[in-house]
């Protein structure tokens, strides 16, 4: 199929959305190139690198959040193994492990093919998702790099749900 080439005017840049969204909630963020930005955003675990990517020849909005945790070579295997069985359980988006720089990160697009328009709506939504799904899972992935727990054990001990009250 051949890659046709659409030369449609946006009303806006997809990144000025986002960069609009930091600024009103006072997050750090750093815009060197038109297509993208990186915000800082703390959870409650951690804090969270967000880049925004915006890939004009397929018409859509990459999100990746990161965060600091370092994966030793000899629990990669084990952490695919997590990632895997996380991925069964998400609707949008899904983690991967960068292994050369031994990075974990949620990824997820926005297409916005034939033009579409993005709203902040929309920009919120993912960005509370990415922060959603790896606060979740964040225990889950330090219990396999630093307590030597395999994959199912880990997501076992954080889908504990407590009921009542102490």
């Known amino acids: 199929m051949p890659n046709l080439q659409l030369d449609l005017d ?6 000025d959305i986002i960069e609009r969204i930091a600024a009103h909630n006072h997050w750090s963020f750093d815009r060197d190139e038109q297509d993208e930005i990186s915000i800082s955003v703390s959870g409650g675990w951690t804090d969270y690198n967000i880049a925004f990517t915006w890939l ?17 070579a000899v629990r990669l295997m084990e952490l ?5 069985l996380i991925n069964e359980q998400l609707w949008i988006g899904h983690f991967d492990i960068w292994p050369n720089e031994g990075v974990i990160m949620f990824r997820h697009a926005i297409l916005l093919a034939g033009g579409a328009e993005l709203n902040g709506h929309q920009c919120q939504t993912v960005l509370a ?3 959603r799904a790896c606060e979740r899972y ?4 330090q219990f396999v790099v630093w307590a030597g727990k395999t994959g199912q054990e880990a997501l076992g001990a954080i889908m504990l749900e407590t009921q009542g009250r102490a």
Do not use: G, I, M, N
């Not at 946006?10 to 990144?15: A, I």
């Not at 004009?56 to 030793?72: G, I, Q, S």
């Not at 964040?138 to 992935?141: K, L, M, S, V």
């Open 10 to 15: 946006r009303t806006e840049h997809p990144v």
């Open 80 to 84: 695919a193994s997590l990632v895997a």
């Open 56 to 72: 004009a020849d397929v018409e859509a909005l990459h999100v990746a959040c990161a965060f600091d945790l370092k994966v030793p």
């Open 129 to 131: 998702s990415a922060v």
């Open 138 to 141: 964040y225990q889950a992935f």
